[in-house]
């Protein structure tokens, strides 16, 4: 699924892979920049997407047994040429305290 | 899924039991550890993911929680990362654990999965074998320390898989084996601290001899450089050699501080410690938050020493007393009550002034208030506690030169072991075992008095202005002098002897 969107904030992808959900946070940053895009991924931005996921899985049915995790992924946009796409499985966690 | 690890924590000296409940539940990525664990234990999370992750298995994301039971108490230190890592693949169905309940685990783990050596393994063996623990696994450095207990199988690991292995039965691992015996064998300590070494100062050793033989506190008045840290060094050489309690005992207190070497087993010289003087009270007698022994209670069984004794803070020879009275140290803090063992042979050393030389004062280069204020920054209370004062003289050249050696350890060693033995037997049934633990009572029955020695105390006490205080020591040093001669009954050389060891009574409060 693409860009859920609920009243705390959006993901970008949500997807299956095997029998665990996936959020997907994807980040562009052009090659030049000296900056990661996962760097992009703060804390803040991660707390909203935490939000959010637990948002949708609200509306799934026997939501607490679903594995679930949180992904990044890096799109470098390069001129004149395809960007360059790079995975993180498990890019960040719930934090310590309560969201 | 739901894993149960038994494991075990160190408060003070005394281990107790820890069950460590990992559950890999679903859901949104999380992974918490509850039960009052401090910085290191909640640290062990980065620790624990990424040595699984190292060691080939996967860490399986979702709702992982981690709780240390009893929740009531503070869980200290990185000991819980084994135990929390082989939890973790059990419940991620990653290991075949029949059950962990027959072993007690404890190891820090390094992020590439090797298992390091904690602190205070030996409580936590003894309290393993008195739960009736079919084994304990502990890191592989320490376990010889753990193997000391006897009748309880300690299986020492490298890493995490090896013990992950060890527990689903793929691999076996030899228990860790040592021979007591052998242990006790090699304790001559530091080769190169002999009383052989030390020239001339024969008043000296003599003094210290006697001190060793009857368990007195010494202190040793002299100036600069003539050589008493070099006789306080050697004084474990000439104590009696560590029984096995005692040993264990010292190692414990030694373990909960991670004082020992890799892979030592057992603390089996005695112990020398050496504070320097600006040790705070606490440094000294053991304490702050989580309270830990002090100087004194790793100097249990051994000698304390402090040079320059004068310059020690007032209050931190105060607090000294109820360790020099009762053998251990009680240290009540927020967090509870805990009890340290402290019976050590107290060795002092101080100038005799505050140049540190004698002729200063009797020509006037330093002022008698100056050094009177010097002297009296030693309480009575704690003068009291010592039972010899010995002066000991700067070294004349022709002895420095000479090419005289002085006796050696093993020799005065044999004398004291023989005079302690008299003493055993003596106090044998009682709760004290050496000369100095006499009360008013024994010594009026150890020390039987004929009418000679009566009018030697008597002239003694007024002509040399003696205190109550200093009787009761005369006799008890007069009691292991004529042990350390073989004699029945205190004569009147050895009341003679006892008597000159008072000299500070008269040079200070006289």
Known sequence: MRNYVSRWGEIDIVCRHANTLVFVEV????????????????????????????????????????????????????????????????????????? | MLAKVQSASVVGVQAFRVEVEVDAGRGLPHFVIVGLPDTAVKESRDRVKSAIMNSGYV?????????????????????????IALGMLHASEQLNIKSFDDYLILGELALNGTVRPV????????????????????????????????????????????????????TQIQPCHV????????????????????????????????????????????????????????????LPRMTLPEALETTKIH?????????????????????????????????????????????????????????????????????LEDGKVTISRAAGTLTFPARFMLVAAMNPSPSGKSSDVQNGRVSAAATQRYLSKISGPLLDRIDIHIEVAALKNEQLLGTST????????????????????????????????????????????????RDLLKYAMNDMNLSARAYDRILKVARTIADLADQPDVAVDHLGEAIQFRSLDRQIWG
């Open chain 1, 27 to 99: 980040k562009a940053r052009s090659e030049a920049s000296w900056e990661k895009p996962a760097e992009a991924v703060t804390k803040s931005k991660q707390r909203r997407i935490i939000r959010t996921a637990y948002a949708y899985l609200q509306e799934l049915e026997d939501s607490a047994e679903i594995p679930a995790r949180f992904d990044v992924v890096e799109v470098y946009l390069q001129e004149n040429q395809a960007p360059r796409c790079e995975l993180i499985t498990s890019a960040f966690a719930l934090p310590d305290e309560r969201v």
């Open chain 2, 59 to 83: 860490f399986q994301d979702g709702r992982n929680t981690v709780n240390l039971a009893p929740a009531d108490l503070k869980k200290a230190g990185p000991s819980f990362d084994l135990p």
């Open chain 2, 119 to 170: 602190r205070g393994i030996l409580p936590v063996a003894h309290a393993a074998h008195r739960a009736k623990f079919k084994g304990l696994i502990v890191p592989e450095a320490n376990a010889p320390e753990a193997a000391v207990v006897e009748g309880l199988p300690v299986y020492g690991v490298k890493n995490l898989r090896h013990a992950a292995d060890f527990l689903s039965g793929q």
């Open chain 2, 179 to 238: 021979v007591l015996e052998d242990l006790f064998r090699h304790d001559h300590g530091p080769e190169d601290m002999d009383f052989a070494d030390v020239k001339g100062q024969e008043s000296v050793k003599r003094a210290l001899e006697i001190a060793a033989a009857g368990g007195h506190n010494i202190i040793m008045i002299g100036p600069p450089g003539s050589g008493k840290s070099m006789l306080a060094k050697r004084i474990p050489s000439i």
């Open chain 2, 255 to 323: 373990s909960v501080v991670g004082l020992l070497q890799h892979g030592e087993a057992l603390v089996t010289a005695r112990p020398f410690r050496s504070p320097h003087h600006t040790i705070s009270d606490i440094g000294l007698i053991g304490g702050s938050a989580n309270p830990s022994p002090g100087e004194v209670s790793l100097a249990h069984n051994g000698v304390l020493f402090l040079d320059e004794l004068p310059e020690f803070k007032r209050s931190a020879l105060e607090v000294l007393r109820q360790p």
């Open chain 2, 406 to 453: 002085g006796e050696s350890s093993t020799d005065i060693r044999l004398r004291v072991e023989r005079g302690r033995e008299i003493q055993r037997q003596r106090f044998a049934g009682k709760k004290i075992w050496c000369n100095a633990q006499m009360g008013p009572k024994q010594i009026k029955e150890a020390v039987p008095l004929n009418e000679e020695c």
